[in-house]
């Protein structure tokens, strides 16, 4: 079974529209990852964000994480074509094993 | 520096035979995880290898195999292959070892049709 389910599972946007997605989890983590995957090629890493951790940023993009929740997100601000792609949620186990979500598929309209 | 390296890139196998697909991880890096994409089951975890061990495998059939080299490069085998194998396998290589969690960079994958 998926770790981190994301939600929603599919988000269609404007361009310049801010988008953001949401990622629950079942266990506690040790930290969580986000990716980006372009038309089912391999995936990009995003963001790592540590258990101790509640916001972090990178560019366009913020994730935070609520551990007393369960729950993470990644919003990405004034949202670009090249945005559309599928992000996934990871939840990280020690010793490199990833328990990923299925996704949220983003398209972003010109 | 180059990335993570996976061939062959499209692969078609008949039902039965076996397949063998490579992954050489980025220079330095010494822990390489193998995943499995479908469209049902979304990417799940099939094994990690670290200085030529396999320290973790997910919930897979036997027929699923894979090893490591001295060279930290990877393989891994499908044998007596069946129609739900066709999937988009992708490697991902790590700089640590466990314990130490750090960002996974990942190959482009590999496509497995199984006809």
């Known amino acids: 079974s998926q770790q981190g389910e994301e939600d929603p599972q599919a988000l269609s946007i404007q361009e310049g529209e801010n988008a953001t997605m949401n990622c629950s989890y079942k266990?506690?983590?040790?930290?969580l990852q986000w990716y980006r995957q372009n038309s089912g090629r391999g995936l990009v890493h995003l963001i790592l964000?540590?258990?101790?951790?509640r916001e972090k940023h990178s560019g366009r993009l913020r994730v935070t994480l609520d551990t007393s929740k369960k729950s993470s997100s990644l919003l990405i601000t004034a949202s670009r074509a090249a945005d559309t792609a599928s992000y996934f949620c990871?939840?990280?186990?020690?010793?490199?094993?990833?328990?990923f979500g299925g996704g949220t598929r983003l398209m972003v309209k010109p | 520096k180059a990335g993570v390296t996976q061939t062959p890139r499209y692969l078609i196998k008949t039902r039965g035979q076996q397949v063998t697909l490579s992954c050489s991880p980025i220079?330095?890096?010494?822990?390489v995880s193998w995943y499995q994409q479908t469209p049902g089951q979304g990417l799940q975890f099939l094994f990690e290898?670290?200085?030529?061990?396999?320290?973790n495998k997910g919930n897979f059939p036997g027929r699923f195999s894979g090893r490591q080299f001295s060279n930290s490069r990877s393989e891994m085998n499908v044998s007596t292959l069946e129609l739900g194998d066709s999937a988009l396998y992708l490697c991902?290589?790590?700089?640590?070892?466990?314990?130490?969690?750090?960002?996974?960079?990942f190959g482009q994958g590999t496509r497995l049709t199984v006809v």
């Open positions: 290898y670290f200085s030529e061990t396999q320290r």
């Open positions: 990871a939840k990280d186990n020690a010793g490199n094993m990833l328990t």
């Open positions: 220079s330095g890096h010494r822990s």
């Open positions: 266990t506690s983590i040790n930290n």
């Open positions: 991902a290589s790590s700089l640590t070892g466990a314990g130490s969690s750090t960002e996974a960079f």
């Open positions: 964000i540590r258990s101790n951790e």
